[in-house]
């Protein structure tokens, strides 16, 4: 088995529809916070989705995972993190959003409080991007 075979069978990790794999590893029975476990592969990306919360994203393990950001639907900014760069970075609400692993794959951890709930949840048509954005995540 591979790295990314091994993880996706210990932490349960199953098919995201913004792409990637995903599992909740805690919700708070109030739904005051909500955790998973998220990782990208190589040759995925997270399609550019937002939400009406904030999400802070956690490096775990693997590859710097570049996140690209756009509040207004035409520019973007990106960072990255991972060992050598940010190991957090909160996306704040009602931002597009939009992941790509820099190599191999990224494991990461996503937070939202209030808990995340798929109603607070935006997916972007499959062929929008912002306006300005030139960078091709395939």
Request: glycine share 6%; aromatic share 14%; charged share 20%.
């Amino acid at each position: 088995m591979t790295d990314t075979q091994d993880l996706i069978k210990k932490l349960k990790l199953v098919a995201h529809p913004e792409g990637g794999h995903f599992s909740e590893s805690f919700r708070d029975e109030n739904n005051n916070v909500s955790l998973i476990y998220y990782m990208l592969q190589k040759n995925e990306w997270s399609h550019w989705h937002r939400l009406t919360k904030n999400e802070t994203l956690h490096f775990y393990k693997g590859d710097p995972l570049t996140i690209f950001i756009s509040n207004d639907g035409v520019d973007f900014t990106s960072v990255t993190i991972g060992e050598d760069d940010n190991f957090h970075y909160s996306v704040m609400a009602n931002n597009w959003f939009a992941m790509k692993s820099t190599g191999k794959y990224s494991l990461i951890g996503c937070t939202v409080a209030p808990g995340f709930d798929y109603k607070d949840f935006e997916l972007a048509p499959a062929n929008w991007k912002p306006t300005n954005f030139n960078t091709n995540l395939s």
